[in-house]
């Protein structure tokens, strides 16, 4: 008697873990930290409304690196993000993402973004990657009291921008705070100093040329775009911590120089989504009273106001039904008002409701997004890995830590060759 | 009697098969691979030897790899060694050796870490948080960006760290060594006069000899594989690139095979002379066996 219970008792976790794993999905995060958190609460708010139980792989920042291997080893995780729009077509032109194309919740998204997750693949273009959230980044944090104690204005163009650096200068003070530290990914924020200033000073026709590696690193174009950052970043007056400073700071620590007293520095050029990171380490502070943002000026008058973004991209290696339901949950209006509204990313889904916004700041720029003419995604999330988290990352690095301009751009351009000749 | 002929195959047979599965085959498709294009679909020749040759970034990688093998390797054995003759002469040689063996305790990627707080960074108006800054600050100077500054000032850093992990292991093993001497022989050359710098020259280093031949050329073949700390303290970035940690980056981030491979051939030729060496050495010591 008691023998056949046993086998009973087998089959019967047999069965129930059968059952379990048919209902399974594994996603795998680059997220950490306050994003992996909230990241954790759109998953739980999935599993309640499906049923299916997801496991999160947690890789970290070596991301990049990890899912590639799996891919090869044909072992990937049944949904991940993808580290950026470069590596999506990389994979899918593989064939090792599905398409997504019959996901529901894509006719609700902006256009915009419904695009960049295209690629064309044997002539044909289908819908690879779809965007959980976006940053916009050609923004300018400060601190309004601050500007006011005083007397800085807010400027509306490069000229005006340089002149009131030279004013805080002159007065002592140290207009800028940057922080290029990242890990294994340090160098990024300067790529999106360089991208800004690109489409501002070359317009956005040059920038998709220089995406493409239709025109050289060593082109007038990007050289001078790097000039304009050396303005300002090589620097020591201008920067608080000097070039050093710099490449020791991580770019989550840079915003907490605006808020000492007296503040270490004045204005910080980043993302959107750098406001979970003000909020996490400055407890206290409020929207437009205690930071606020202008936007990146002008710097060509001809080229106006170019957009610069990017965005949480999420693809599909495994055809089940369980992966695509995940998928087509994270492009709906409800779990982009969670990861969105506690982030203070923007959504892309246009039927998420505006008061999700925690701020007013957000709730700007994701106005901004959604109706900006010009419209650029971020160049070394879209160039091959080898150059836009790689030799465009250290060359930001190099040209921080002293390296002749033309050195270190001629060595992006010879890593570019070789990159782009691989796809 | 023909079984007497198979036992030796029977024994090691297992242990061969293991070898010829995870090192020889590996070693000969990395070689195959090195000579084709980066998804291995085309053939390439030397492309990938010349690239590896010939780029700029390149001669970075060479100058800090032979940086490494020579500071580290004199520190290493040269510390290993002092403090092996000296700690055989105090009495609390057990517990000083203990303290200094520790930290080959750690995962170099711990030890990594670690320092990279100790060696850490903050512009000189905020407060140090780096134990080596603080020190600086508090003794009056500025803080440095001890991973920051190339070429110098960030090698010999790093170098540093791999210095305080592997001292231990050089010093036990010459200390061992050290101990395997006849005591008679110092004796007899202290009676005969002369002082300790002549019995550490002229008894001591010859008869150790030997043994520090093994743990230098041990040393030299592991410093050219560096990489743990070169990647978790600054991935390469500032000038302090290193043949491991690039071929790394090649093959999984920019999904490079043949360079990596490339790399990879490069590295081995490297260590094959300093192999020649040891097994020469081996066969030497079995001839007298």
């Known amino acids: 008697m008691k023998r056949g219970k046993w086998y009973l008792a087998l089959a019967a976790v047999l069965l129930v873990s059968l059952g379990a794993m048919a209902q399974q999905v594994t996603i795998a995060v680059v997220w950490s930290g306050n994003e992996l958190d909230v990241f954790k609460k759109v998953i739980d708010a999935f599993e309640q409304e499906s049923g299916i139980t997801v496991n999160i792989d947690e890789v970290g920042r070596d991301l990049p690196t990890v899912l590639p291997v799996r891919v090869a080893a044909g072992n990937p995780p049944d949904v991940a993000a993808l580290p950026n729009p470069g590596q999506m077509k990389t994979f899918a032109l593989q064939d090792a993402l599905v398409p997504l194309d019959d996901l529901s919740n894509l006719a609700d998204s902006a256009p915009a973004f419904v695009d960049l997750g295209k690629v ?288 270190v751009l001629e060595n992006i351009e010879q890593s570019a060759v070789a990159a782009y000749a691989q796809q | 009697m023909r079984t007497r002929r198979i036992t030796p195959w029977l024994f090691a047979g297992p242990a061969l098969f293991l070898l010829a599965l995870f090192l020889v085959y590996p070693s000969i498709e990395t070689i195959r691979v090195s000579f084709y294009n980066w998804n291995s679909t085309t053939y390439v020749g030397f492309q990938n030897y010349i690239s590896a040759f010939t780029e700029p970034s390149m001669v970075n990688v060479f100058r800090n790899n032979a940086i490494w093998v020579f500071v580290f390797t004199l520190f290493t054995v040269s510390l290993g060694l002092i403090l092996a003759v000296l700690l055989d002469r105090v009495r609390y040689e057990k517990i000083a050796k203990s303290f200094i063996f520790i930290p080959m305790a750690i995962s170099m990627v711990g030890a990594s870490t670690i320092w990279k707080f100790v060696y850490a960074y903050k512009p000189p108006s905020a407060p140090q948080i780096g134990l080596l800054n603080a020190f600086v600050v508090a003794l009056g100077g500025q803080p440095v960006g001890w991973l920051i500054e190339s070429p110098w000032v960030n090698n010999l850093s790093l170098i540093a760290v791999g210095v305080w992990l592997w001292t231990g292991f050089c010093m036990v093993l010459l200390s061992a060594a050290l101990k395997n001497i006849p005591k008679q022989l110092m004796e007899a050359a202290r009676i005969d006069g002369a002082n300790e710098w002549q019995v550490f020259r002229k008894v001591t280093l010859p008869l150790l000899w030997p043994t520090v031949a093994v743990v230098m050329t041990t040393m030299v073949v592991f410093v050219l594989k560096i990489f743990d700390i070169v990647y978790v303290m600054t991935n390469g970035n500032y000038g302090t690139e290193v043949i491991a940690n690039l071929m790394y980056k090649q093959q999984f981030t920019f999904q490079n095979y043949g360079l990596a491979a490339a790399l990879a051939v490069v590295l081995l030729l490297l260590v094959v002379p300093m192999m020649v060496l040891n097994i020469r050495r081996f066969r030497r010591q079995e001839e007298i066996r």
Not at chain 1, 358 to 371: E, F, G, N
Request: proline share 8%.
């Open chain 1, 120 to 407: 064309t693949v044997n002539d044909e273009e289908h819908v690879y990657g779809i965007f959980l959230g976006a940053d916009m980044k050609s923004l300018v944090w400060y601190d309004p009291q601050n500007f006011e104690a005083k007397g800085y204005e807010v400027p509306t163009s490069w000229p005006g921008l340089m002149a009131l650096s030279q004013q805080m200068v002159a007065n002592g003070d140290t207009p800028w705070t940057i922080g290029l530290e990242s890990g294994a990914a340090s160098g990024w924020p300067g790529t999106d100093w360089i991208e800004d200033i690109m489409l501002r000073t070359a317009g956005p026709d040059v920038y998709d040329q220089w995406v493409d590696h239709e025109i050289s690193w060593t082109s007038p174009a990007v050289k001078t775009a790097f000039q304009y950052f050396g303005q300002i970043a090589l620097n020591p007056e201008m920067v608080y911590g000097g070039p050093t400073g710099e490449l020791t700071t991580n770019f989550g620590d840079a915003p907490n120089a605006l808020f000492t007293k007296p503040p270490e520095a004045y204005m910080l050029k980043q993302a959107t989504f750098i406001q979970s990171f003000i909020r996490d380490q400055n407890p206290g502070v409020e929207p437009l009273t205690d930071y606020n943002v202008f936007l990146f000026p002008p710097i060509q008058p001809q080229w106006g106001n170019p957009v610069l973004g990017a965005g949480d991209l999420v693809g599909v290696f495994n055809d089940t039904p369980e992966a695509k339901a995940l998928a087509n949950y994270l492009a709906s209006a409800e779990a982009q008002a969670i990861w969105c509204g506690e982030l203070g990313k923007i959504a892309v889904n246009t039927k998420v409701d505006p008061s999700i916004y925690p701020d007013p700041i957000t709730a700007k720029a994701a106005d901004i997004v959604q109706s900006a003419d010009v419209f650029r995604f971020d160049a070394s999330d879209l160039m091959p890995a080898a150059v836009g988290s790689g030799t465009f990352w250290s060359g930001i690095l190099d040209y921080i830590n002293g390296i002749p301009l033309d050195t």
